[in-house]
Nanobody, 125 residues
Framework: QVQLVESGGGLVQAGGSLRLACAAS????????MGWFRQAPGKEREFVAA????????YHADSVRGRFTISRDNAKNTVYLQMNSLKPEDTAVYYC??????????????????WGQGTQVTVSS
């Protein structure tokens, strides 16, 4: 059973930076991708970034490209989300997710099998 634990959220001023971490346990060789999603109050959960666990290819949503960077440390079974130039509209609960099936789709929530509990990111103006 895969377990995901996020950390690193908090309150930051606009223009600031945060680094989120997702510590994973129970990952197997079949793990295909790890992703970050976010959900603001009253909105649907949306894709932020994803990384292929074995190959390392990365994908970022247009809204964060150039500001956020996803990375991984396979030895530590940890995925990171470096967030720079934060904006108030980045305020949300950020979730880490793991996908085991090799779907080729990393941007949709339905394709992920495991989720963390989320960490709050608040950006003040």
């Amino acid at each position: 059973q895969v377990q995901l634990v996020e950390s690193g959220g908090g309150l930051v001023q606009a223009g600031g930076s945060l680094r989120l971490a997702c510590a994973a346990s129970g990952l197997t060789l079949s793990t295909y991708a790890m992703g970050w999603f976010r959900q603001a109050p009253g909105k649907e959960r949306e894709f932020v970034a994803a990384i292929l666990w074995r190959g390392g290819s990365t994908y970022h949503a247009d809204s964060v490209r150039g500001r956020f960077t996803i990375s991984r440390d396979n030895a530590k079974n940890t995925v990171y989300l470096q967030m720079n130039s934060l904006k108030p509209e980045d305020t949300a609960v950020y979730y880490c997710a793991a996908q085991e099936r090799r779907s080729g789709i990393v941007t949709l929530t339905d394709y992920y099998d495991y989720w963390g509990q989320g960490t709050q990111v608040t950006v003040s103006s």
